[in-house]
């Protein structure tokens, strides 16, 4: 072995080990960075407005999941009406408790300066829910006010907040909702439109990557599907109304699919949707 060699070899168990020192470090700090940053963003970007709703529920929490291996974080909100009423029944008061959360992916973040950016974009999310009161489109452009807002007053510290939600994975294929624009993303062509659904609003995906060829294209199953139910029912119930043959259409495609959709919903990002009475919840 020639002294190049050993030299060599020892810068590389050097590089190592500074890697392992630094990736310890940040394990050990990124609770505390994490909440901290949080706050700040509260602080400057909204005025201390989100603490103050959450404070009955004892505030946003965060936490850390290992379950997220395609997107770096996510935000989920939900806002729980309470009525009090009056001995009569009338009623006397409506207060809103909001319960809001970030989760935060360990196998996906890393270092700081991606932890900062999860952050920073989970963020515009709450406060897209809590303070502009958008739930039906999370990338919208009241989220981009947001995004722009935090990239201005912290791009010294390297954030730029996009509406991209799976920061430097490249992923081959992508899936968009039709109807609120939720992106899933997939390393192979493991979900077929005609079987899956969007798992926040059980809307059809399209493929919008690689971007279809155009043409004539044949029915999906939805379609035929709705289109044949739809006819039947009409038959039978020739009085009622539109609205209600389309519930009805609707409630018969997903006990039809509850498979694939749950599938889905799990796969790809768990949707927290309450469907319970006087609640309202959302998943980005
Ligand atoms: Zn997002
Ligand atoms: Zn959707």
Not at 113 to 130: G, T, Y
Not at 206 to 214: D, G, L, M, N
Request: aromatic letters at 6%; one cysteine or more; glycine letters at 4%.
């Amino acid at each position: 072995m020639t002294n190049r060699e050993t030299e060599t070899t020892i810068c590389a168990t050097n590089k190592i080990s500074a890697d392992r020192d630094a990736r310890k470090a940040f394990e050990i700090a990124k609770h505390d960075i994490a909440q901290s940053f949080l706050q700040e963003l509260d602080k400057v970007i909204t005025q201390g407005r989100l603490s103050e709703l959450a404070e009955t529920t004892g505030g946003i929490r965060l936490s850390w999941t290992n379950k997220l291996n395609t997107t770096a974080g996510r935000a989920n909100w939900k806002r729980e009406t309470v009525r009090t009423r009056n001995p009569d029944g009338s009623e006397a008061s409506i207060r809103y408790r909001h319960h809001a959360s970030i989760e935060l992916a360990e196998k996906v973040i890393d270092d700081q300066h991606r932890l900062l950016n999860v952050i920073a974009h989970e963020f515009c999310h709450l406060a897209n829910f809590m303070v502009s009161g958008i739930t039906n489109n999370p990338h919208g452009k009241e989220f981009k006010v947001w995004a722009a807002k935090c990239s201005r007053r912290f791009g010294d510290r390297g954030i730029e907040v996009t509406t991209k939600h799976s920061y430097d994975i490249d992923f081959k294929y992508v899936w968009e909702c039709t109807s609120c624009a939720m992106e899933y993303k997939r390393h192979s062509k493991s979900i077929n439109p005609d079987r899956h659904r969007c798992g926040a609003c059980k809307n059809p995906l399209k493929q919008t990557k690689p971007v279809p060829r155009a043409g004539a294209r044949k029915p999906s199953e939805y379609q035929t599907f709705m289109k044949e139910q739809m006819r039947l029912l009409k038959e039978e119930n020739p009085k009622t109304p539109q609205k209600e043959i389309m519930r009805r259409v609707a409630d018969r495609w997903s006990s039809r699919e509850a498979a694939s959709v749950d599938e889905v919903a799990v796969g790809i990002e768990h949707l927290d949707l309450d469907g319970a009475d006087g609640s309202e919840s959302r998943t980005a």
